[in-house]
Each structure stands twice: as C-alpha cells, then as structure tokens.
C-alpha cells in the first residue's frame, strides 16, 4: 500500500512533505523549511515524526529541524553532514536506506549545491528534488556546474513516468511562462500552462508533478531532444551546452 502523502506549504514559497504509513502509525517529513505549519499540520492529523530527511544545507529546507526533530531520527547526505544539522544516519548515494518501511533509493543531483541528494520511494511512486528538478524548472546552479546538473537531471528523468516529483518551491508558474519562450509550439507545454494559471487562480498547489509530465514540458529535460534545441538555434550541440544556456536565459528572465 502507498505511504500517504501530504504537501505543506512553508515561508513564503516553499514546500515540505510528510509521508505516513498507516500500518505502522509512524511517519516521516521531508526537509524542513518552518516548523509552525508543518507542526499544525503532525498535529491536525495526529502524527508524530518517526524520520526526517534532509535534501540539501540550505536554511530555507532545515530551519525548522531543530524544533521539529524531538526523537525522530534524521537522515542527510554523508557527503554535506559537515554543514547540515547533526545527523542520526548519514546515507551516501546509491547505499541502502529503509524509511516507514519502504526501501529508498538515495540519488546525488548536484548543480544546485554539491551535496544535495533526492529521495526516492520506488514502491510509492514518489521522488523529493527539492531545488535540483522542480516543477516545470530546476534550481539555480549555485555551487555545481551546467555539466553536473544535466547528469542530476538526467538520472531523475531516467524514473518511471508514473513518478511523483515533490519538489521544494511553489515556482511553476512562473517556470511556464519562461518555458513558453524556449518552446512556444509545444502544445503539451501550452496545455500545461493554461492548467498551471488556473491552479494558481484558485490557490491551489501546482507541487507534486508527473515525471512524465515533466518530460514532455520542463524545458530542462529537454536539452538532448532536437525539437528543443532547433527552437534556440543549438541543433546537434552537446545537450550540457544546451542545458547550459537554457540556463542562462531562466538567470536572466
């Protein structure tokens, strides 16, 4: 049975996720931007945390982990423990972890920092990027290069479509709109816009997304594909370079 998953609006922007295992009772939050909502919301439901996963160092995903973590264990890069919050279990990419029952899978994405690390839950169909792929965009590649965030996108690509993507911040519409500059004629692209505005009109969460969604509309995970770049004159140009200047044009938009 999936684990039950819930979105938690954070700050101004951001997101967290609590995932519950209704068998066990216990459960688990993934990063932690501000502990007031995400704690009303433990206690709306009457949870309390088992686990907390941490994606990468940056304040606006642990700040409120301190308030938070009482006797739940907390699990991060081994890679970034240096300037993470202490750590109870420090996982390295690729090694076995087993939260609320369910194997993980520890992915490394850098690009937007060099330790960020994403989660994924096979048997529940879920990833949490965080700042590395977003819905409908990626993060700013503040510590990492264009060459290290394209091979962290393209592993996160590599997930089955039928993937949830909880991302780290409410950005998509903005993410649209920029995308519709790269590929004006992309009519899944174009659908998915109109869709995005109207969710936003209602205040609704455009967080979580459908990989394959994100396929055919994130222009970030389209750097290799030729549609994509005959639409910026980069036709047969290495997808890294590619990547690079779509990149380049979000920094700038």
Known sequence: MPLELLTVACLSDNYAYLLHDAGSGRTALVDAPEAAPIRAALDAHGWTLSDILITHHHDDHVAGLAELRGAARVIGARADAHRLPPLDLAVAPGAPLEVLGEPVEVIDVPGHTLGHIAFHFPH??????????????CGRLFE????????????????PGRTLICSGHEYTQS?????????????ALRDRAADIDAARAQGRATVPSRLSEERATNPFLRADTLKLQQAIGLEGQPPAQVFAEIRRRKDRF
């Open 144 to 159: 990492g290069s264009a060459e290290q965030m394209w091979d962290s996108l393209r592993r996160l690509r590599d997930l």
């Open 124 to 137: 529940s169909a879920m990833a949490f990027t965080a700042d590395s792929l977003m819905a409908m965009g």
């Open 175 to 187: 993410n649209a709109r920029f995308a519709l500059t790269i590929e004006p004629d992309n009519v």
